[in-house]
């Protein structure tokens, strides 16, 4: 074939032969079978919207051109027009990674026209694939006629052993290694419309559920299983630990072969991830908050790293402001009416930025943490990266003076006065401020050296080394001299999690019912995933910090097994699904309307991805002594046939309940079952089954109904004649341990009876002063404690008709 062609650094598979003949016989879109799923791949193929989603083919180094909208169209008001091409390769390219899937056969056409009035009469264009490194094949081919439009029309079939993740497709002229020799015959501009690809439709997107136990059965960190979260800050409001964290799922991209993801992309994250806890074990998924990018709470910021939150009263109104890093240029806030929000942005710039007072020389005015003072008096805490170039360099490395401290207004979303130093000791990022006893505590994350902070990289005697987080203690939360450093709280992660959880830092501290917690992050979730090899995907965790009695900082040991749980898990409420103590298998999805734990405006999440064989448990859940006596489920039925297991303890522990998943497809509806010997305090494993390779259900919510309490007692009655009257008689006997009250009413009276004996009866004969009366009933109301608990029982008992004589 002509077409087959060598280059240097790019090898060709023509693909032409077909399509040369269907072009001869006059073929048209439509000669290959058409399926009902087919679908145009290409975005914006007309130009109409200008040049989205289109770029200059840049698979070379010498690849480049100038693509411009142009009114010059075939179709439509807008074509693309290309100029100044440096190689025969310069052309319009869309990227159709992810699109395209191998051993599919698609029907390529386009509209495109030349008019170099020195060019040749006819010259021959070609649609091709660039499948990334040197591999380019040429799709679809047509000769065009100078200053007259000619059409692409042809199908092509990717080779089923094609790797299609990088798929760009490309218009171009035939390849010669010196084009500029003739830039007539091989550089000339060109105009481009009514581009499409039509084939079948894209594959749904691969899979993000984690399949792995990321969380083990009775470990407590990393937090939760089935989700990335990095930078977590703590914040405890209304007896609940809120963690805010980095979405790091939000790039993470399994390979469906291979099941390893591309290592993390930040510029990807405009998202942060909330979760929370009342007892720090079991940990409820609220979901992520849109951010940043177009779409975001705050529009006018891309990215949403680091997060850190505080609550103020702002005239008269409690609101959370939710502080976060916009990339490493600045800094920004968002305002919550809860900690769920909704959010809002009170700015239409960013905080902290290139003109704040005294952050000027701050290479990264990012990692911004807010901290309000008993007295009411907020700060914010931001900034790091490199030293400024202007400090000595006998102090770049040891005291890079990079850290900022600020004034916020009362507003909270505004800085007063100028930014203050923090002269912390190779700081890097990830300052933090907690109070304790008095004092400010101020920790942050150190740099790993390096030619950005040149100087001497030696390390003063009692600094932290790489990737540590060191503190600071201070009397005055706007002064921190390097004297007042105190030493490392926490080592690098990699010390305690082995090979592939190194890199970076970002702490938190708070305090939560008489306790302080330290949390950090460590790719120990990416580890289960991937083994050593780790992507630098981040989950969230925290140990307990406890402090030496002069206030410095006990070195936090970190552990897989993490924080004791605070309390037991009360199950006799609507509580959300999307709450694991640990799981497997499962993802989470926002789904519209509130939460019903949560209420208001507080976003609501299903369990999904829930397959054959997976499984989600609560720890330490509280039963009473009495036990549960039903559970009940808010599920969408997906498939016929599943089911839902309650087991305690583990995973394969006894089953004390089966809810069967019976409601109508596709449906929100409710499903209960009775439970049997659930009693007492014992981890609850709900274990899914049913059909293999479907998705069987989604969950909204959980429910426990308590057993209802009753005190035993055993109740007769009878009618009969004395002395021409009759008498109804009601007995009553107390069957429990305990005295009990009982309170006996029939028509003809009432009598209570205290403090009856354990196997005594209360015994009452009425007189009807009747000769005759019908049947009847009585009521016995017992009154009585189990278990502490005050309990009334409440029978009704059935009298015979009595008669006198007759
Ligand atoms: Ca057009
Ligand atoms: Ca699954
Ligand atoms: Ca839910």
């Known amino acids: 074939m002509a077409q087959r062609m060598r280059r240097a650094t790019r090898g060709r598979v023509a693909a032409l032969a077909t399509v040369g003949l269907m072009l001869a016989a006059g073929f048209v879109t439509g000669a290959a079978p058409v399926q009902a799923a087919d679908a145009d791949l290409i975005v914006n193929g007309g130009f109409e919207d200008g040049l989205a989603s289109w770029f200059v083919n840049n698979g070379n180094a010498a690849d480049g051109a100038q693509l411009s909208a142009t009114s010059d169209a075939f179709s439509g008001a807008t074509a693309a027009l290309v100029t100044s091409r440096t190689t025969t390769g310069s052309g319009p390219m869309q990227d159709l990674s992810g699109k395209v899937q191998a051993g599919q056969a698609y029907t390529l056409t386009a509209r495109i026209k030349y008019e170099n009035p020195n060019g040749p009469a006819t010259k021959q264009f070609f649609a091709t694939m660039h499948y990334g490194g040197g591999t380019y094949t040429n799709l679809v081919s047509v000769t065009a006629t100078k200053g007259q439009w000619a059409q692409f029309n042809g199908t092509f079939t990717i080779p089923s052993g094609q790797v299609v993740s990088t798929a760009r497709l490309f218009f171009e002229t035939p390849w010669t290694a010196t084009p500029a020799t003739d830039p007539d015959l091989h550089l000339m501009d060109f105009t481009l419309d009514d581009v499409s690809v039509v084939g079948a439709a894209p594959p749904a997107p691969a899979s993000k559920t984690i399949e792995v136990v990321g969380k083990l059965p009775g470990e407590h960190n990393p ?31 399994p390979n469906p072969a291979t099941g390893v993801s591309p290592g993390i992309n930040y510029g990807d994250i405009n998202q942060i991830t909330v979760i929370s806890s009342p007892d720090l074990v079991n940990w409820t998924d609220h979901g992520e908050i849109q951010v940043a990018g177009p779409n975001g709470v705050a529009p006018f910021t891309t990215n949403s790293w680091a997060p850190g939150i505080t609550k103020k009263v702002v005239n008269g109104q409690e609101k959370f402001f939710l502080y976060y890093a916009n990339g490493g240029g600045s800094s920004n806030v968002i305002t919550g009416a809860s900690p769920l929000g909704p959010w809002t942005s009170e700015r239409t710039s960013t905080l902290i930025n290139g003109s704040t007072p005294g952050a000027e020389d701050v290479a990264w005015k990012f990692d911004p943490a807010p901290f309000v003072d008993d007295d009411g008096q907020p700060y914010l805490y931001f900034g790091g990266g490199p030293a400024s170039t202007s400090m000595p360099p006998a102090e770049r490395f040891n005291n890079p003076k990079n850290i900022r401290a ?17 002269d912390a000791p190779v700081a890097f990022e990830a300052g933090h401020v907690f109070k304790r006893e008095g004092r400010y505590y101020f920790s942050y994350s150190s740099h790993f050296g390096g030619n950005d902070f040149g100087g001497s990289q030696q390390p003063l005697p009692g600094y932290p080394g790489g990737g540590q987080i060191g503190y600071l203690i201070s009397d005055n939360p706007m002064s921190w001299p390097k004297e007042t450093y105190a030493g490392v709280l926490f080592p690098n992660q990699s010390q305690f999690f082995g090979a592939g ?10 305090e939560f019912e008489g306790k302080y917690y330290f949390t950090y992050h460590a790719p120990t979730l990416n580890k289960r995933i991937n083994g050593n090899t780790t992507q630098g995907y981040r989950s969230p965790h925290i140990q307990e910090l406890a402090f030496n009695p002069d206030g410095t ?98 995973a394969t522990g006894p089953v004390v309940g089966t809810v069967p998943v019976d409601t109508p497809v596709g449906q929100w509806a409710e499903v209960t079952a009775e439970l049997e010997g659930v009693s007492g305090v014992h981890d609850v494993y709900f274990t899914y ?31 009969r004649c004395v002395g021409g009257k009759v008498y109804v008689a009601v007995q009553a006997r107390n069957d429990s341990d305990a005295p009990v009250g009982i309170t006996v009413q029939s028509p003809y009276g009432e009598r209570s009876f205290a403090a009856v004996a354990p196997g005594a009866n209360a015994y009452q004969s009425f007189n009807t002063r009747a000769v005759s009366v019908p049947a009847g009933s009585a009521t016995v109301r017992v009154t009585g404690a189990i278990g502490g608990q005050d309990v009334t029982t409440v029978r009704t008992v059935q009298h015979p008709a009595g008669t006198c004589g007759g």
């Open 689 to 719: 089954t049913g059909p293999a390779g479907v998705d069987l259900f989604e969950l909204d919510t959980w429910s426990f109904r308590a057993a209802t309490l009753e005190l035993p007692v055993t109740v007769t009655a009878s009618a």
């Open 406 to 422: 600020i004034e916020l207004d009362d507003s909270m979303v505004a800085t007063q006065g100028t930014a203050a130093v923090v």
């Open 501 to 510: 959880t190194g890199g970076n830092n970002h702490q938190s501290v708070f």
């Open 553 to 650: 900082i006990q070195q936090v040991v970190g552990t897989y097994a993490g924080v004791n749980q605070v309390r037991d898990f009360d199950p006799y409420r609507v509580f959300e699904a999307e709450t694991f103590g640990w799981s497997k298998g499962v993802a989470t999805t926002k789904v519209d309307g509130s939460s019903a734990q949560f209420g208001g405006a507080a976003p609501n999440l299903v369990v999904r991805d829930i397959d054959n064989g997976d499984w989600t448990a609560l720890s330490s859940v509280n039963f009473g002594a009495n036990g549960a006596q039903r559970v009940t489920a808010k599920v969408r039925a997906l498939a016929a046939g599943g089911q839902i297991q309650v087991r305690l303890d583990t």
């Open 223 to 253: 937090l939760i299983g089935h989700k990335f979260g990095a930078d977590g800050f703590g914040f405890v409001h209304d007896g609940r630990v809120y963690m805010y964290l980095t979405n790091d799922t939000q790039g993470y991209a």
